[in-house]
């Protein structure tokens, strides 16, 4: 079928609305039609080259919409179901098995690398050229997705899919970087480097927790209010005063227990480090170009029993995960609506440059209203 998605031609070129062709659904995929799709990060980092993924493509990863065609063994679904996309999984590894969907063992094949199914088929084409798509299994700048049944989770009727669409990477990402890998233990302090969609979503979650001290650490002093109101005890400014020096000075020369790094910045990440207290944990979730290292104070480490541990996607497996989320959310404990702005599709650039500048935490790109005859116009 033709469709409407953003095409990145060249590297750190803009988004093109572009027409392309979506392949039919295999019996376990089925045509997702875009109602909102949230912009993270890592969407731009793709742009800008510094994370792997083959151009030209179509990016999007935080897809939320309304299933239009089902393949003959798609059990869980039905054409008319409103759904958040998430990553894709292969289902059958000893990772999926386990519960660990997000440490399939065909995780960078399925999401990034790719830019295909795993089968090297294309989900998106062009008569021009090649254009790559399959992107965290979605690719949801564009007015439809191709997914595996595995990647949607089905969504409630009575929160909007503008809302729920960052659930699929960035707030699961933060939240779960709290409450399923540092889980803070009571009375204990927590750091947050990095108060973006990403790290706002751990503030939020790190209220759900019992942590005494909650300490944000940012340069955007506009974030760092808005993640006082979200759940930090205290914030920190990091462009005027030295983070190291603030968190002894709160933790009364103890230092943290646990650091959530979100900026992706590696020297932020030692100084994540510096911050433990002994025992502390260190989570690494902003994820800087491929290949970048830290030196890593070794005699500090094991001599105080630090632990550095990454983490993809909060290690979250968004099937049991997000309708927990949901749940909370309707219950007023996470508002992450409070991080969302709204873009109409066709400003998907104003969009970017507006997270790139610091001026929107999370865009939201809202596709137009469906047509009579069912397409966009
Ligand atoms: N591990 C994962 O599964 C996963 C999932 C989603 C996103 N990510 C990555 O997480 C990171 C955050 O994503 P996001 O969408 O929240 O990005 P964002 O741009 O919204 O947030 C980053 C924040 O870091 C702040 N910052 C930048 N430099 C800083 C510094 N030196 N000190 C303190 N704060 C600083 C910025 O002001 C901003 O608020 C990105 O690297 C992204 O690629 C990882
Ligand atoms: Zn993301
Ligand atoms: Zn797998």
Not at 61 to 86: C, K, L, N, T
Not at 197 to 214: D, E, F, I, N
Request: aromatic share 4%; hydrophobic share 40%; charged share 20%.
């Amino acid at each position: 079928m033709k469709i409407t998605a953003a095409v990145v031609e060249t590297e750190s070129g803009p988004f093109e609305l572009t027409e392309v062709a979506l392949d039919d659904p295999r019996p376990d995929e089925m045509i997702v039609r875009m109602v909102a799709t949230g912009m993270c990060h890592t969407d731009l980092s793709v742009r800008k080259g510094q994370t792997p993924f083959p151009l030209p493509a179509v990016l999007g990863h935080e897809g939320a919409g309304v299933v239009e065609a089902v393949g003959a063994r798609v059990g869980r679904f039905s054409p008319g179901d409103r759904v958040i996309i998430s990553f894709a999984s292969c289902g059958v590894c000893a990772g999926c098995s386990s519960g660990r969907p997000v440490y399939c063992g065909h995780w960078t094949e399925l999401n990034l690398l790719g830019g295909s199914r795993l089968d090297a088929s294309a989900p998106i084409t062009r008569p021009s050229g090649p254009v790559h798509g399959h992107f965290f299994g979605q690719s949801s700048f564009a007015s439809h997705a191709l997914v595996h049944e595995r990647s949607a989770i089905k969504a409630p009727d009575d929160v909007d899919l503008e809302v729920l669409a960052p659930l699929g990477c960035s707030v699961q990402t933060g939240v779960g970087a709290v409450l399923n890998v540092a889980r803070p233990q009571p009375g204990s302090t927590l750091l947050v480097f990095g108060a973006g969609g990403v790290g706002l979503a751990a503030l939020m979650g790190s209220k759900l927790t019992a942590a005494a001290r909650v300490i944000a650490v940012d340069i955007n002093p506009s974030r760092l209010e808005l993640a006082h109101e979200l759940g930090a005890t205290h914030t920190v400014n990091s462009a005027e005063t030295d983070p190291f020096d603030a968190v002894l000075e709160l933790t009364g020369g103890v230092g943290a227990d646990y650091a959530i790094e979100t900026t992706g910045r590696p020297a932020v990440l030692e100084t994540a480090i510096a911050c433990m207290a002994s025992g502390g944990t260190t989570v690494v979730v902003g994820a800087p170009p491929l290949g970048t290292t830290i030196p890593v104070d070794v005699p500090n480490l094991l001599g105080r029993g630090i632990r550095l541990v990454g983490t993809n996607q909060g290690d979250s497996d968004p099937s049991r995960f997000l309708p927990r989320l949901i749940d909370l959310h309707r219950r007023g404990s996470l508002p992450f609506d409070r991080l969302i702005h709204r873009f109409p599709f066709d400003r998907i650039n104003d969009a970017a440059a507006a997270a790139m500048n610091g001026t929107v935490i999370k865009p939201v790109l809202v596709m137009p209203p469906v047509s009579e005859k069912g397409i966009h116009p």
